[in-house]
C-alpha cells in the first residue's frame, strides 16, 4: 500500500511568487491535514480537509488556501511567498472515522524563499 | 484550545543512557501517540496508547498512558545514535478544530558532543 506521497520535495522560489503543493493521501483516507515546520520546530497546523470540504485552518494569513479534490488529494496553494514562508509542508492523511492510529505523514515539501 | 505540553524541549542523550519525556494536558483523551521525526522527513508513528494505566513497549521504546488519561510518558532505554531526532507525542480528539489530533510541540534528542 502506498504512503502519502508528497510533490515537490524540494522547491526554491523567490519572494513574491507564488507555490503550489500537492499532496496524495493514502488509499481509503478521506481527511487530509497541511502542517508548516519551519527550522525543526513543532508542528504547525494549517488546514484540514475532509470529504472535499475544508474543516477548519489554523492561524495562517489568506494567502496560504487550499483545496481536496473528489479523488481526495489535495492542493496547499500559498501566494506572495515571504522569506519566513521557508518551511518543511508536511501533508498527513486519517479515515474520517476509526482513526485508532492516529494520522500518516508524507515525506515532506521542503519550501525555501529566496 | 487545547494544548499540550511536552517537555523537556530538548535534551542530549550520550549512547547507552535511558532517556525520559512527557506530554501533559489539561484536557482528557482517549488514545495517546508518540511518534518520531527524522531530520527531513515527516513524523512516524512509534507507540499508540488505548486506554489509561496502559503500558506499551515497542523495542527499546515504553510509552504509558495516564491514569488520568491526562498525560503520557515515552522512555527510551539504552539510547544508540539514530534515536536522535523530535518526539512528538499527540492526544486523540474526534471532531476537535484542529482536526482529530492534537500534537505537542516535540522533544527534540541530539547526541552530546
Known amino acids: 500500500e502506498a504512503g502519502v506521497t508528497q510533490s515537490p520535495t524540494h522547491l526554491i522560489k523567490t519572494r513574491g511568487q507564488q507555490v503550489t503543493l500537492r499532496c496524495s493521501p493514502i488509499s481509503g483516507h478521506t481527511s487530509v491535514y497541511w502542517y508548516q515546520q519551519a527550522l525543526g520546530l513543532g508542528l504547525q497546523f494549517l488546514l484540514w480537509?475532509?470529504?472535499?470540504?475544508?474543516?477548519n485552518r489554523g492561524n495562517f494569513p489568506p494567502r496560504f488556501s487550499g483545496r481536496q479534490f473528489p479523488n481526495y488529494s489535495s492542493e496547499l496553494n500559498v501566494n506572495a511567498l515571504e522569506l519566513e514562508d521557508s518551511a518543511l509542508y508536511l501533508c498527513?492523511?486519517?479515515?474520517?472515522?476509526?482513526?485508532?492510529?492516529?494520522?500518516?505523514f508524507g515525506s515532506g515539501t521542503r519550501l525555501t524563499v529566496v | 484550545g487545547q494544548q499540550l505540553n511536552q517537555s523537556p524541549q530538548s535534551m542530549f542523550i550520550q549512547e547507552g543512557e535511558d532517556v525520559s519525556m512527557n506530554c501533559t494536558s489539561s484536557?482528557?483523551?482517549?488514545?495517546w501517540l508518540w511518534y518520531k521525526q527524522d531530520p527531513g522527513e515527516g513524523p512516524v508513528l512509534l507507540i499508540a496508547?488505548?486506554?489509561?494505566?496502559e503500558l506499551t513497549s515497542n523495542g527499546r521504546l515504553t510509552a504509558q498512558f495516564g491514569i488520568t488519561r491526562k498525560d503520557s510518558f515515552l522512555n527510551i532505554s539504552a539510547s544508540i545514535p539514530s534515536d536522535v531526532g523530535i518526539y512528538f507525542c499527540?492526544?486523540?480528539?474526534?471532531?476537535?478544530?484542529?482536526?482529530?489530533?492534537?500534537f505537542g510541540k516535540g522533544t527534540k534528542l541530539s547526541v552530546k558532543p
Open positions: 484536557s482528557i483523551f482517549n488514545t
Open positions: 499527540a492526544g486523540l480528539n474526534y471532531g476537535g478544530s484542529q482536526g482529530n489530533l492534537i
Open positions: 496508547l488505548y486506554k489509561a494505566g
Open positions: 498527513a492523511s486519517s479515515p474520517s472515522r476509526g482513526l485508532i492510529y492516529g494520522y500518516t
Open positions: 480537509y475532509d470529504e472535499g470540504e475544508e474543516r
